[in-house]
Nanobody
Framework: QVQLVESGGGLVQAGGSLRLSCADSRRTFSPYAKGWFRQAPGKDREFVAAISWTGSRTHYDDSLKGRFTISRDKAEDTIFLQMNSLKPEDTAVYYC?????????????WGQGTQVTVSS
């Protein structure tokens, strides 16, 4: 069974960048799409981006396209979320997820989350 572990969160000033990583600690190399959701305080969890098992297809929330880029290292079964031009409203807990479907992307397995805080 997939066990997802996120890393790379932290505190950054507005306009800065962060790169999140998510690895399957059990190295199952299961053929799932993987992606990211986020949840800000007092708000519902929302979809950010997802990438196919092969890495050939991606899916983004339209509002984040252009600032966020998802990628995948298939050899390491790790995905990344490069976040640029960060804004205070990007502050949230970011969750990695794995699922069978890329679009729509729904998480069947979840990581524990990593906090991203963007200061103004």
């Amino acid at each position: 069974q997939v066990q997802l572990v996120e890393s790379g969160g932290g505190l950054v000033q507005a306009g800065g960048s962060l790169r999140l990583s998510c690895a399957d600690s059990r190295r199952t190399f299961s053929p799932y799409a993987k992606g990211w959701f986020r949840q800000a305080p007092g708000k519902d969890r929302e979809f950010v981006a997802a990438i196919s098992w092969t890495g050939s297809r991606t899916h983004y929330d339209d509002s984040l396209k252009g600032r966020f880029t998802i990628s995948r290292d298939k050899a390491e079964d790790t995905i990344f979320l490069q976040m640029n031009s960060l804004k205070p409203e990007d502050t949230a807990v970011y969750y990695c997820a794995a699922g069978m479907s890329l679009n729509p992307f729904r998480g069947d397995y979840w990581g524990q989350g990593t906090q991203v805080t963007v200061s103004s």
